[in-house]
C-alpha cells in the first residue's frame, strides 16, 4: 500500500533523504581515507627534499579545491533549470495532460537513452541506466500522480542517482537525462509557474 502524500514535494522525498544520508556517510569515510592518504605523501614528499615536500603539498591542495568546488555546485538549481545539477539530480513539473499520455510522451526519451523500465508502484517506475566504459550505472525513478497541491494538473517527479554512493560526478548524464525526461512532459508548467497559482 502507497503512503499517502500530503503535499507535492514529498513524493520521492524519503528516497531522497536516504541517498543523502548514505552518500553524506560514504564521503566522510572517503575524506578521512583521503586525507590520511595525503598526510603519507606530503610526509614522504618533505623526506625526500623541502623541493618535492612544497610540490606535492601544493598538487594535493590544488586538487583538493578541484573537488570542494565540484561538491559546491552539486544539487544546485538554477531558476531557469528543470532539475538540479550532480548525480542526485531531482526536479519537478506539472501538467494538465492524462497520466497515459505524459508516459507515452516520456517513451521516447527512455528508448533513446536505452533504459530499463521496472514498474514499482502505479505511479513510479524505475529506470536502469547502463554503464559503459565512459559512463557509471545509474537509476531514475519516475513518478506521475495527480497533483495534490494543484487539482486537476498531474505532478511529474524525476529522481536520479549513481550506483555508487561516493560519485562525485556523472559527467552530467543523470542531469541530462533528467532534463530530457520533464522537457517531453507535453504543455509543462514549473512549480513556481503563475498559471499553477492561480489555478
Known amino acids: 500500500m502507497e503512503k499517502e502524500i500530503l503535499v507535492d514535494t514529498d513524493i520521492l522525498a524519503d528516497e531522497r533523504h536516504r541517498q543523502r544520508k548514505f552518500s553524506c556517510i560514504y564521503r566522510i569515510i572517503t575524506a578521512i581515507l583521503l586525507l590520511a ?6 610526509y614522504a614528499g618533505f623526506l625526500s627534499s623541502v623541493r618535492s615536500g612544497w ?3 601544493i598538487g594535493i591542495l590544488a586538487v583538493v579545491a578541484v573537488i570542494v568546488f565540484m561538491v559546491w555546485r552539486m544539487d ?9 545539477t550532480g548525480p542526485w539530480s531531482w526536479g519537478q513539473v506539472y501538467s494538465g495532460a492524462q497520466s497515459r499520455e505524459i508516459w507515452n510522451s516520456m517513451g521516447g ?6 533504459l530499463g523500465i ?5 505511479n513510479t ?13 545509474g537509476i531514475h525513478l519516475l513518478d506521475v500522480r495527480e497533483s495534490v497541491d494543484h487539482p486537476g494538473w498531474f505532478v511529474v517527479t524525476v529522481q536520479s542517482a549513481p550506483d555508487l554512493p561516493t560519485s562525485i ?8 537525462i533528467n532534463t530530457e525526461l520533464l522537457g ?9 509557474d503563475a498559471e499553477l497559482t492561480l489555478g
Open 118 to 122: 521496472t514498474r514499482i508502484t502505479r
Open 109 to 114: 526519451v527512455i528508448l533513446r537513452h536505452g
Open 37 to 42: 592518504a595525503c598526510v603519507g605523501l606530503v
Open 55 to 57: 610540490v606535492v603539498l
Open 184 to 192: 517531453s512532459v507535453p504543455g509543462f508548467r514549473k512549480p513556481d
Open 169 to 176: 560526478t556523472d559527467f552530467g548524464r543523470g542531469h541530462g
Open 76 to 84: 544546485r538549481k538554477r531558476p531557469e533549470d528543470l532539475v538540479s
Open 125 to 137: 517506475a524505475m529506470l536502469e541506466r547502463k554503464g559503459s566504459f565512459l559512463y557509471r550505472k
